[in-house]
């Protein structure tokens, strides 16, 4: 075991240490998650409603309560890439912050689209490509999905259109470079190809859009061509399921430094990072009591967790997408343009939302200026530039290594530092500069959004 009063910085697995399996939280759950239910009929739906926008394998990894899921050889040849990711000791951090908690973080920056989301795109990519898709649709918010997916279809062979939310598509035109230069073809949205995206625009020219539109144009596209599947980057099983590599390389990464976290704090926007790198403790919580205490952190402008009701809601604007138990701030709900594009989204991922609501895990709804900030002095002390969304996170490991300076506690933080924020210099030139805006909650618009849905 090491020495946690060590100046050790980079805790680092070798490639054969890339986990052989994904860790399915569903079979340790103490309550069984909410059956989804088909957009039309509202009664639970079978793999056969889910087949034209997804591959079998990918459907069964949905439903599955497996607790370990093994992941292809191909699969992990391409996590070979960029993982496994680092584990930082934060020794620079801490010292500014005159605390005597010890943080840690891992990174998922390192990734070849500069965040987790590689972690999920490879597989969706791999399996697509292995039930002979040939075209793949999707939306992106912050940028990153598109990008991951973008990578992920190069590798294995596949065209891919991105749906990206005007927001973004205006804020970070080099994000839409790098999805060209993986060969991805990239629209704003609402766009002019759908019957969904000309509907908006005539009704609203100028909508910023928002990751539900997006997920209607993306879906719409996939279901009308015999030829393309579509992929979710967030939210969905499968997806956090691929997202436990996280986790579990930082539980031989914590084990290396010699220390167990107290507190772990991830992001949460469809809540994939956030799950990636919780699932695997919380498993430990469950199946050996240890007491792991586990913190999501959402945008104030789109706070979903902290806010939201818990009940049956569609993944997108258009209601094509089955009906979730999640906590939503309802499907037509549409976040004001803050520079998290990732954590832009209405609903929650119903894993995270049940383990949130049976009080498994805490969240917290922080601003985007107080994100920056923490963002910010972040980068002047340990150098890495972090993307918008993890700031959320970096905020509230800096909270509670505040709160241990006045309470003396020597408490142990683990955070994901879940992507870098290289294509969003013009947020952060927009805090330096004082024009960046926090945006009060809502909760007329939140109240007429939530009282269309059904209570069930
Ligand atoms: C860097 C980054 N972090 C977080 C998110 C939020 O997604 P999730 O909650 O699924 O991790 C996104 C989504 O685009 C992202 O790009």
């Known amino acids: 075991m090491a020495d946690p009063t060590s100046r050790r910085t980079k805790f680092i697995l070798d490639e054969d240490r890339i986990p052989r399996t994904w860790y399915n939280i569903v079979a340790d759950l103490p309550i069984p998650p909410a059956p989804v239910l088909h957009p039309g009929t509202g009664q639970p739906i079978g793999p056969d409603d889910l087949a034209p926008l997804f ?78 898709t040939r075209r793949m649709a999707t939306e992106t918010g912050a940028g990153q999905w598109g ?66 539109m997006a997920i209607s144009e993306a879906v719409e596209d996939a279901a009308t061509r015999d030829d393309t599947k579509y992929a979710l980057g967030s939210v969905l099983n499968h997806v956090l399921l691929h997202q436990t590599v996280i986790g579990q390389e930082a539980i031989l990464q914590m084990e290396m430094a010699g220390e167990d976290p107290d507190v772990i704090i991830g992001c949460a926007g469809g809540g994939s990072n956030f799950a ?23 945008p104030e402008a789109a706070p979903s967790l902290t806010r939201g009701l818990y009940a049956y809601d569609f993944g997108d604007t258009a209601k094509m997408t089955p009906m979730v138990k999640m906590h939503t701030l309802g499907h037509d709900f549409i976040p004001e343009p803050i520079h998290a594009g990732g954590l832009r989204y209405h609903g929650m991922s119903p894993l995270v939302s049940l383990l949130k609501e049976h009080g498994y895990i805490e969240a917290q709804s922080v601003h985007q200026r107080a994100s920056f ?84």
Request: proline share 8%; with cysteine.
């Open 276 to 298: 990636g790198m919780s699932f695997p403790f919380l498993g430990r919580n469950f199946r050996e009591g240890t007491s792991y205490r586990v913190i999501a952190v959402e």
């Open 373 to 456: 900030e923490a963002g910010v002095r972040f980068a002047r002390t340990e150098g890495i530039l972090p993307a918008p969304e993890p700031t959320h996170a970096i905020k509230v490991a800096v909270d509670e290594a505040l709160t241990a300076r006045e309470t003396g506690e020597s408490k142990v933080i683990l955070f994901n530092l879940c992507g870098h924020g290289h294509f969003d210099l013009t947020a952060y030139e927009r805090y330096l500069s004082g024009q960046l805006e926090d945006y009060e909650y809502p909760l007329e618009k939140v109240e007429a959004a939530l009282a269309g849905l059904p209570r069930v």
């Open 147 to 212: 990008t991951a997916l973008a990578f992920a279809g190069a590798l294995f062979g596949l065209e891919v259109k991105v749906y990206m939310v005007r927001a973004s598509y205006d804020q970070k035109p080099y994000r839409r470079m790098l999805m060209e230069t993986y060969g991805a073809e990239v629209v704003a949205s609402p766009s002019l190809t759908t019957n969904y995206g000309r509907k908006v625009l005539s009704e609203t020219p100028d909508s910023p859009g928002s990751l539900g």
């Open 55 to 132: 591959p079998m394998a990918l459907i069964a990894q949905e439903v599955s309560t497996e607790r370990e899921i093994e992941i292809p050889e191909p699969v992990r040849d391409a996590y070979r890439l960029y993982r496994p990711s680092p584990l930082y000791r934060a020794h620079r951090l801490e010292k500014a912050l005159d605390t005597p908690a010890h943080i840690y973080y891992k990174y998922e920056g390192v990734s070849p689209a500069g965040s987790h989301k590689p972690n999920t795109a490879i597989p969706q990519a791999f399996y697509n490509r292995e039930a002979g």
